[in-house]
């Protein structure tokens, strides 16, 4: 197992290309399961969670060869629909491919996600969503049994509320839907780039879908669908990771390859800190010379403030002269970072869905292990801007979804290295 050493200290300096969205990617790969092809994915971050998802749909006999950013997709032999659990608990996303097999095949058994590291993550939206499109749904054995009622066993559109807007329950009923016999209405719907970006692939391939991008979105159902190539959006939680990186090492950097559009409430927070920042087209240059301001965050589906960077805003405002509060709306108890955070001298104060984070002491290298993807990150930060020397165990969790960080991060200056551990 992988640990990051980290000595702190280093100034971020240069350029660096942002990949392609790993939530946009885990939303895309099973789509193609809508029709039979080939299929190109183009921009694919080379990363754990796409080769955990290409393995799952290799059980679904798709194949999926990933060479460098470039995803092949051959999905002309992909005509199981059983979902395993040795598969789909190692990633709550694997639960994407219910709504198409539903579509293609009228039924599917897909293994119940397992436990994540925070909350209650349940999927009762999107088996509301599969029920409304017409579907029988059973759980035995830790499985989703689902089953299109109608005898030609296609699904059937309807109206659907969301009384969460989930991505995840949006992204899988928008594909079901793609196939069901006519209109279905999603109300509530996600509004996250990943589903917007996932409702332009599903038209390239022939669906008919109006509303992406608002939160009613409309769907009429046809007879089939045809492969289609696409370019993955760039990973706007790894661009917000970067520049709060280089906020917190008095760093000056470039990324390319991102989408400012997609960041605003982020970029809104970091010049409230007292970053400065230089916005393009598909650049954003970020420079900080001082201490931040205490700036307070509260998570909100998009385009508020992503719960996907409230552990890395943490670690940043452990460097502010003063108080900041930071609430996470989305999930109550995303906080496994914050006692890892405090063994680096930081005073993180948690209850319930809050945490005040009083900074100002100065950060002092120490061991700490990583529970989750955003966690990891967040200690990573943490590293980069304390004295001493970091270790960070555990970052297996980090190359779930962040493609070559400890390269990304030398290229930009900082002193960071990988060591393979015997280590649990
Ligand atoms: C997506 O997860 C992302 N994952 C998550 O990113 C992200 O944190 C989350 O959206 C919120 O932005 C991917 O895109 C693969 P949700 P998802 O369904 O789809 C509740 C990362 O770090 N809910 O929008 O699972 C749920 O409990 C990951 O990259 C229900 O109650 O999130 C939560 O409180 C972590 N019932 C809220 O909705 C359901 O059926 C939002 O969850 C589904 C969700």
């Keep these: 197992m992988d640990k990051f050493i980290i000595e702190g200290g280093a100034n971020l300096k240069g350029r660096i290309k942002i990949a392609g969205a790993k939530n946009g990617s885990l939303a895309l790969m099973p789509a193609t399961l809508l029709a039979s092809g080939t299929y190109h994915l183009k921009n694919t971050p080379n990363l754990r969670d796409v080769w955990t998802m290409s393995r799952l749909m290799g059980e679904l006999g798709a194949f999926c060869e990933l060479n460098g950013n470039d995803l092949f997709i051959d999905t ?24 198409p097999l539903l579509a293609r095949w009228g039924e599917a058994k897909v293994s119940l996600p397992g436990g994540c590291a925070w909350g209650p993550r349940p999927v009762d939206l999107h088996l509301k969503g599969m029920k409304k499109l017409g579907a029988e749904i059973s759980v035995e054995n830790g499985y989703v049994i689902a089953k299109a009622k109608s005898p030609n066993g296609k699904l059937k559109g309807g109206h659907i509320h969301l009384d969460v807007s989930s991505v995840g329950a949006s992204g899988n009923i928008l594909m079901a839907a793609t196939l069901a016999e006519g209109i279905t209405t999603i109300t509530n719907a996600a509004l996250e780039p990943e589903i917007t970006a996932l409702g332009r692939f599903l038209q390239d391939m022939g669906a008919k879908i109006s509303g992406l991008g608002t939160s009613t979105i409309e769907i009429e159902g046809v007879d089939e669908l045809h492969p289609a190539d696409v370019t993955t959006i760039p990973d706007r ?46 650049t954003i240059s970020l420079k900080m010379d001082k201490s931040p301001k205490p700036t307070n965050v509260t998570t909100a589906i998009y385009p508020g403030f992503p719960t996907d960077v409230q552990a890395q805003w943490m670690s940043y405002m452990m460097l502010a002269n003063g108080s900041s509060h930071v609430v996470d709306n989305i999930y109550y108890d995303r906080f496994k970072h914050a006692p890892e955070l405090s063994r680096l001298g930081a005073d993180v104060d948690v209850v319930d869905n809050a945490a005040i984070v009083t900074g100002g002491k100065a950060l002092s290298g120490a061991t700490v292990m990583s529970s989750d993807l955003r966690a990891s990150a967040s200690l990573v930060l943490a590293g980069l801007a304390a004295k001493g020397e970091t270790e960070v165990l555990r970052i297996y969790h980090l190359d779930r979804g962040y493609e070559a960080m400890e390269e990304k991060l030398t290229k930009l200056g900082a002193n960071i290295q990988r060591l393979k551990t015997e280590l649990i």
Excluded: W
Excluded at 89 to 95: E, G, I, P
Excluded at 241 to 265: D, F, K, R, S
Excluded at 273 to 282: H, P, T
């Design 76 to 99: 002309t032999k992909a005509d199981k629909t059983i979902a395993p659990y040795e598969q789909v608990k190692k990633m709550r996303a694997s639960f994407y491919v219910l709504g």
């Design 237 to 282: 939680i790894e661009a917000a990771t970067y520049l709060i990186a280089a906020a917190m090492t008095g760093g000056h950097i470039e990324l390319q390859n991102v989408n400012p559009y997609h960041l605003a409430a982020v970029i809104d927070k970091l010049e409230e800190s007292g970053c400065e920042l230089d916005i393009n087209s598909d």
